[in-house]
């Protein structure tokens, strides 16, 4: 009976991570992914409106947003259940356990945070880069980059490294492949989704003023 109670609180203790990174990754990946999809269309010129930079908001980048959404289920889900690739200090009986703060209660990859915070980084540049090349005939734009691209890269960096650190006496939420394979199939998936959306989806509401495209 010793044994039986002894061994899952020795394994919790080696596989114990930093609540305080979890956290700052939580943080940074919200950010992230929330200032891509609430970036409004920024664009010099176009055929049907006056010279000029303007700025548009458009409903249809739900569309890039819910794919994206699904493409990160579908890896925490029955990816990672599939891979079992278990987090570091972990067996996969004790992941498929899922001990209350065992800290191996999922498995670790690829890793979701890495796969969404890089997959927003990817949807933004593939939506600057057809709005510079495609509808501003090449002119950059500060706010749009910085919107785009700027911020949810560092985001996503940050979000890297909360999830990798372990401080002294704590194991780290996933392990460096895992953290690099959601990295980069989310960054390829974001970017294909994003660039595909933007060459749809014109940066311009037609004809008036109004800031929001319905």
Not at 37 to 49: K, N, T
Not at 78 to 90: H, N, V
Not at 108 to 130: D, N, Q
Request: charged share 15%; aromatic share 10%.
């Amino acid at each position: 009976m010793a044994a039986c109670l002894l061994a899952p609180r020795e394994a919790a203790a080696e596989a114990e991570r930093d609540k305080g990174w979890a956290t700052v990754s939580d943080v940074s990946l919200a950010l992230g992914t929330s200032v891509v999809f609430l970036m409004p269309r920024v664009y010099y010129s176009d055929p049907e409106a006056t010279v000029g930079w303007k700025g548009r908001w458009h409903f249809s980048v739900l569309a890039p947003a819910m794919t994206m959404t699904a493409l990160t289920l579908l890896v925490d889900l029955p990816i990672k259940g599939a891979i079992e690739s278990t987090r570091p200090g972990c067996e996969i009986e004790e992941t498929k356990t899922a001990l209350p703060d065992s800290g191996c209660e999922s498995f670790g990859g690829p890793s979701t945070h890495a796969f969404a915070s890089w997959g927003a980084t990817g949807a933004g540049t593939g939506i600057f880069l057809v709005d510079t090349f495609r509808y501003s005939s090449g002119r950059f734009n500060a706010g749009g980059f910085i919107g785009n691209v700027a911020f949810p890269l560092t985001a996503s960096v940050v979000t890297t490294i909360a999830r990798g650190v372990a401080p002294e006496g704590t194991r780290p939420h996933e392990n460096a492949g895992q953290i690099a394979i959601g990295g980069v199939t989310g960054f390829l998936s974001g970017l294909a989704i994003g660039t595909a959306y933007a060459m749809f989806q014109r940066p311009n509401c037609g004809y008036g003023n109004a800031l929001f495209c319905w």
